[in-house]
């Protein structure tokens, strides 16, 4: 019966840890990539003053993921992300009658490049990436659109980090 047990205990243990086998705990950066510089983020839509607050969110993501260290300058920068707010839109998503919106979804779209200072190529190149957040109108939609922001440039930030530190 001990034999038994021992045999199907290691079974399981065997089972269980086989789906693991080629995952990785960590990041998939190249190990010579230690720092990032983000430069404002460029702004070609026609709603104003997105690029600050988009970038703060970004540096802010990649200080709490800390893969990367975060640098004020090019210069000493192993990595660079530049990224261009391409698309701002307000999408109604519900409403109280068929001509009175009481819900929208934000969307900020970029395009980004990711790339290597060291060799000056880039590990990724034009990719686009959005962020977005719904919310209810309450107060007024230009007051409400502005609360909505944060949550859109933290969604923005995450997956803009999630692709710098996983995309290999």
């Given at each position: 019966m001990k034999h038994f047990a021992l045999c199907a205990l290691t079974?399981?243990?065997?089972i269980s840890t086989a789906g693991c086998a080629g995952y990785k705990v960590?990041?998939?950066?190249?190990?010579?990539?230690k720092t990032i510089y983000v430069p404002t983020l460029k702004n070609s839509t026609m709603e104003p003053n997105l690029e600050v607050r988009a970038t703060?969110?970004?540096?802010?993501?990649?200080n709490r993921d800390g893969t990367l260290r975060v640098l004020?300058?090019?210069?000493?920068?192993?990595?660079?992300?530049e990224a261009t707010i391409v698309g701002y839109r307000?999408?109604?998503?519900?409403?109280?009658?068929?001509?009175?919106?009481?819900?929208?979804?934000?969307?900020?779209?970029?395009?980004?490049t990711f790339k290597d200072l060291q060799t000056g190529e880039d590990f990724?190149?034009?990719?686009?990436?959005?962020?977005?957040?719904?919310?209810?109108?309450?107060?007024?939609?230009?007051?409400?659109?502005?609360?909505?922001?944060?949550?859109?440039?933290?969604?923005?930030a995450r997956k803009i980090v999630r692709e710098i530190v996983e995309h290999w």
């Open positions: 079974a399981i243990i065997i960590g990041t998939l950066l190249p190990e010579q990539i703060n969110a970004v540096i802010n993501r990649l004020s300058e090019k210069e000493g920068a192993d990595s660079m992300l307000r999408k109604p998503v519900r409403y109280a009658n068929v001509s009175d919106p009481t819900e929208y979804r934000l969307t900020v779209t970029v395009r980004a990724w190149k034009d990719i686009s990436i959005s962020g977005d957040n719904e919310f209810i109108v309450r107060g007024g939609l230009p007051s409400s659109e502005r609360g909505a922001l944060p949550a859109v440039f933290d969604d923005l």
